[in-house]
């Protein structure tokens, strides 16, 4: 059994206890991820902002476990606020149009009053 830690340089990472993704026998779990710019340490205020910030964070854990999003089967849309998911649509659909993965939405409190969306998936990594 092999397991891979991954980490997107999220600093809350370290402080919390957590890796962005674990890699464990052909599956790539990724935690939680909400809308924060790692680059800047910034939220943005829009939803769909803070959803396509989400995803491509995800990207990127996903290209360091030798997967892309095409390889995602399991996805959590988590809001705080419901009725904000359609906002989500078009950006969503950018990145799982093709691939179709099973989902769920679920509307609860986040950690932080600005975040608006948090997003967690699994993904399989390609057969030889």
Do not use: H
Not at 46 to 58: E, F, M, S, Y
């Amino acid at each position: 059994m092999s397991r891979e830690l991954i980490s997107s340089g999220s600093p809350f990472e370290a402080e919390i206890g957590y890796s962005r993704a674990v890699v464990q026998d052909g599956w790539v779990f990724v935690s939680g991820t909400t809308g924060y710019d790692y680059t800047s340490m910034t939220m943005p205020a829009d939803v769909a902002d803070q959803c396509r910030n989400a995803l491509n964070t995800i990207a990127g854990a996903l290209a360091k476990a030798g997967t892309s999003m095409s390889d995602v089967v399991r996805v959590r849309y988590i809001l705080p606020d419901a009725q904000d998911f359609a906002k989500c649509f078009p950006v969503l659909k950018e990145f799982f149009g093709e691939v179709r993965p099973a989902a769920t939405m679920i509307s609860c409190p986040l950690m932080e009053p600005e975040m608006k969306i948090e997003i967690e998936l699994t993904a399989r990594q390609p057969q030889n």
